[in-house]
């Protein structure tokens, strides 16, 4: 493959991918709002005197988009790409203020106590839907809709690589060949979603909070994937049914696939509130409550 992909992430709990062909240099995600200033110094690091070109979102979650802001303050040329719905989310003050807050709160959490906020509308350049293709230098992406964790989540795909920037939809591969499912929207979504990617010839895939799989880690994760996320679902699913409380599902979910690489890179607190939404999920989808 003839691109590089960097880590640029500052907090285990961020998200930053520097994709770069020597020519054009793309941050896939931005990370938390307290780290993009750190962010965007690892980023010049790797890219010295060139600019950074793209700036592609995987979704609108706080720790996956808020970074752009401080980092397009330190590279105001970068474009701003993401869904058409994540633009609109990040043109809804209320959806800012809960992003802003949630920010600042673990920023507090983690003792960062010179926390300069930018109160950046988060605009987007370039909105794209499904099937769109965005050119950046000599590549040229696909906008693959995966969605799943949320409504709004897009994968990039670079066919002349087999590449696939992918969203949270797929699960979380941990090296201890687990697959954290993260269904927070919809599990036939995510399902469907997981098929869909498997429909692409891809071999190497970049996944948020991770980064870059070789080969065979990708064979297996993609291999792997919807099998992991409807076992998770399906036990959800028998322990509520037998009269389990939510947090009984979350601690079986915790025990089994909060190990590894998912331990050190998803905080205590965001593990549990999203765990406890795909809980709630899985009751409404398979139990109708």
């Keep these: 493959m003839g691109i590089t992909?960097?880590?640029?992430?500052?907090?285990?709990?961020?998200?930053g991918f520097l994709i770069d062909d020597g020519r054009?240099?793309?941050?896939?995600?931005?990370?938390?709002?307290?780290?993009?200033?750190?962010?965007?110094?690892?980023?010049?690091?790797?890219?010295?005197t060139r600019p950074l070109d793209y700036i592609f979102l995987s979704h609108s979650h706080y720790d996956h988009a808020l970074g752009a802001a401080y980092i397009r303050d330190e590279y105001p040329e970068a474009k701003l790409?993401?869904?058409?719905?994540?633009?609109?989310?990040?043109?809804?003050?209320?959806?800012?203020?809960?992003?802003?807050?949630?920010?600042?709160d673990l920023a507090r959490r983690e003792g960062v106590e010179d926390y300069e906020?930018?109160?950046?509308?988060?605009?987007?350049?370039?909105?794209?839907?499904?099937?769109?293709t965005v050119v950046a230098g000599d590549m040229t992406f696909t906008v693959i809709a995966l969605p799943?964790?949320?409504?709004?989540?897009?994968?990039?795909?670079?066919?002349k690589e087999r590449l696939l920037l992918s969203p949270e939809t797929l699960g979380l591969y941990s090296d201890e060949k687990k697959i954290l499912p993260s269904p927070l929207v919809g599990y036939e979504m995510s399902r469907d979603s997981i098929r869909r990617a498997r429909e692409l010839e891809i071999e190497n895939i970049v996944?948020?909070?991770?980064?870059?799989?070789?080969?065979?880690?990708?064979?297996?994760?993609?291999?792997?994937?919807?099998?992991?996320?409807?076992e998770a679902v399906m036990e959800i699913r028998d322990i509520l049914a037998a009269g389990g409380t939510h947090e009984d599902a979350i601690e079986h979910f915790r025990e089994k696939y909060y190990t590894g690489s998912v331990l050190r890179s998803y905080p205590p607190d965001a593990f549990a509130l999203n765990t406890g939404i795909t809980v709630s999920l899985v009751e409404r989808e398979l139990l109708g409550k």
């Design 5 to 15: 992909v960097t880590d640029v992430r500052v907090h285990p709990a961020d998200s």
């Design 24 to 48: 054009c240099a793309i941050l896939f995600d931005s990370g938390f709002g307290f780290t993009g200033r750190r962010m965007a110094e690892k980023i010049r690091e790797a890219l010295g």
């Design 81 to 104: 790409v993401a869904s058409e719905y994540a633009a609109k989310i990040f043109d809804k003050p209320t959806a800012r203020e809960l992003m802003r807050k949630l920010d600042f």
């Design 117 to 132: 906020e930018i109160p950046s509308p988060l605009t987007v350049d370039i909105r794209v839907s499904d099937g769109d």
């Design 148 to 159: 799943g964790h949320t409504k709004c989540s897009i994968g990039y795909y670079l066919e």
């Design 207 to 230: 996944i948020p909070h991770i980064g870059l799989l070789d080969r065979s880690e990708t064979a297996f994760y993609l291999s792997a994937a919807e099998e992991s996320l409807t």
